[in-house]
């Protein structure tokens, strides 16, 4: 059977939709904090059915039917891979909270998606270049097939950097921050703030979280049985047979932690508290989980719609949820008391941000319009004499 000819790219929405999975990672939290009267593990566990079973899984199996055929069919090398790559983000996962909790919703966002959007734009491209044979070369990205300059790679380069940069700025008004404020007064944002425990948190939540995106773009195979296993997966929604294996693996090790804290912690007793309201507490956990996954689901999805240059698309949604988690951040109060100098610091670095995912934009329009320019001409039927 052929393989479904590949969708037109849409660069200006592959970024939109980026954009607004990194929207989605940076509210995910706020239902979270109307859970009342229930121990960390007790929550997370209901977000973790949520976020990595339950929605993306139904999601699967509605836009891409023949996810079990898929997964049967492939190969048992890729599938753990994707599965120990979700596995290791689990580990990462589980202190995600960890760090909003020492850091507050701004500042550890940022530091924790900025490690994450590094090592995740980065390391992906390299894989899938040796490891799979697929994609294109780092070097490949500064020149076109006849030698020259390949303006659509230099630009999502930039973008990339440009990103980089703005993380960089948004972590320096969080120590600048540091320095300003008294104890009392970080305490009143975020009543457990401690920025030197926080930022061990970060480095390790976010360089173990990246691995999500080695797993993501680690099933070339599955993504093509999806293409063409009765019924096809349409090129839209090939990713979600990766997504549901990876983010099994990461389901794999919340629920046992959370588990294994309820009984360390003996908060079993959480479930049936009187003083607990337990549907609210189940709904608020769903809600949480349902908003998280979105981003992944945004990420999968936005792919095919940035053609050549799709390995821009982590980079997107990281700096994206970093601006918006900094603007929530804004908006909570955590910066409450900064000086003008600071807070005008983390403006500029979220206006980085934003004109970074706008470079990542332009260079898939570059792209789209190098290829049309490289694209043979139509045959023509000559005249009859």
């Given at each position: 059977?052929?393989?479904?000819?590949?969708?037109?790219?849409?660069?200006?929405?592959?970024?939109?939709?980026?954009?607004?999975?990194?929207?989605?990672?940076?509210?995910?939290?706020?239902?979270?904090?109307?859970?009342?009267?229930?121990?960390?593990?007790?929550?997370?566990?209901?977000?973790?059915?949520?976020?990595?079973?339950?929605?993306?899984?139904?999601?699967?199996?509605?836009?891409?039917?023949?996810?079990?055929?898929?997964?049967?069919?492939?190969?048992?090398?890729?599938?753990?891979?994707?599965?120990?790559?979700?596995?290791?983000?689990?580990?990462?996962?589980?202190?995600?909270?960890?760090?909003?909790?020492?850091?507050?919703?701004?500042?550890?966002?940022?530091?924790?998606?900025?490690?994450?959007?590094?090592?995740?734009?980065?390391?992906?491209?390299?894989?899938?270049?040796?490891?799979?044979?697929?994609?294109?070369?780092?070097?490949?990205?500064?020149?076109?097939?006849?030698?020259?300059?390949?303006?659509?790679?230099?630009?999502?380069?930039?973008?990339?950097?440009?990103?980089?940069?703005?993380?960089?700025?948004?972590?320096?008004?969080?120590?600048?921050?540091?320095?300003?404020?008294?104890?009392?007064?970080?305490?009143?944002?975020?009543?457990?703030?401690?920025?030197?425990?926080?930022?061990?948190?970060?480095?390790?939540?976010?360089?173990?979280?990246?691995?999500?995106?080695?797993?993501?773009?680690?099933?070339?195979?599955?993504?093509?049985?999806?293409?063409?296993?009765?019924?096809?997966?349409?090129?839209?929604?090939?990713?979600?047979?990766?997504?549901?294996?990876?983010?099994?693996?990461?389901?794999?090790?919340?629920?046992?932690?959370?588990?294994?804290?309820?009984?360390?912690?003996?908060?079993?007793?959480?479930?049936?508290?009187?003083?607990?309201p337990l549907l609210p507490n189940v709904l608020f956990g769903a809600i949480a989980g349902a908003i998280w996954v979105c981003q992944f689901?945004?990420?999968?999805?936005?792919?095919?719609?940035?053609?050549?240059?799709?390995?821009?698309?982590?980079?997107?949604?990281?700096?994206?949820?970093?601006?918006?988690?900094?603007?929530?951040?804004?908006?909570?109060?955590?910066?409450?008391?900064?000086?003008?100098?600071?807070?005008?610091?983390?403006?500029?670095?979220?206006?980085?941000?934003?004109?970074?995912?706008?470079?990542?934009?332009?260079?898939?329009?570059?792209?789209?319009?190098?290829?049309?320019?490289?694209?043979?001409?139509?045959?023509?039927?000559?005249?009859?004499?």
């Open positions: 059977m052929n393989e479904p000819a590949a969708m037109t790219a849409n660069p200006a929405l592959g970024i939109l939709i980026f954009v607004l999975g990194g929207l989605a990672g940076a509210v995910f939290y706020l239902p979270l904090k109307k859970v009342k009267n229930w121990a960390w593990e007790s929550y997370w566990l209901f977000w973790a059915l949520f976020a990595l079973l339950i929605v993306p899984w139904a999601l699967a199996l509605i836009k891409s039917p023949n996810t079990f055929s898929v997964l049967k069919a492939a190969p048992g090398k890729e599938l753990l891979y994707c599965y120990l790559c979700g596995a290791a983000w689990g580990f990462g996962g589980l202190t995600w909270g960890l760090m909003i909790r020492y850091l507050g919703v701004g500042l550890g966002l940022a530091m924790g998606c900025g490690l994450c959007s590094a090592a995740g734009t980065i390391i992906p491209p390299i894989i899938r270049q040796v490891f799979h044979q697929e994609g294109t070369k780092f070097t490949e990205l500064f020149q076109t097939s006849a030698g020259a300059a390949n303006v659509a790679g230099i630009v999502s380069v930039i973008g990339v950097l440009v990103s980089l940069f703005g993380i960089v700025l948004v972590g320096l008004a969080g120590m600048s921050k540091e320095k300003e404020l008294p104890e009392a007064e970080k305490k009143k944002a975020v009543a457990e703030y401690n920025f030197p425990k926080g930022m061990m948190v970060a480095l390790f939540s976010g360089l173990m979280s990246a691995a999500l995106s080695f797993g993501l773009v680690g099933g070339p195979t599955i993504e093509k049985l999806a293409l063409t296993t009765q019924p096809p997966t349409s090129v839209i929604w090939k990713g979600m047979p990766v997504l549901v294996i990876a983010l099994l693996g990461g389901f794999t090790v919340n629920f046992l932690w959370c588990l294994f804290l309820n009984a360390k912690n003996k908060t079993f007793g959480d479930y049936t508290k009187k003083d607990a689901i945004a990420f999968k999805t936005g792919e095919p719609r940035m053609g050549d240059q799709s390995y821009v698309g982590w980079a997107v949604l990281m700096a994206s949820s970093i601006m918006f988690s900094g603007a929530l951040g804004l908006i909570l109060g955590e910066w409450k008391g900064t000086s003008s100098k600071t807070r005008g610091l983390l403006g500029f670095g979220l206006a980085v941000l934003l004109g970074s995912a706008v470079l990542s934009g332009y260079s898939g329009k570059l792209g789209q319009d190098e290829a049309k320019q490289a694209a043979p001409p139509a045959a023509t039927v000559p005249a009859a004499k």
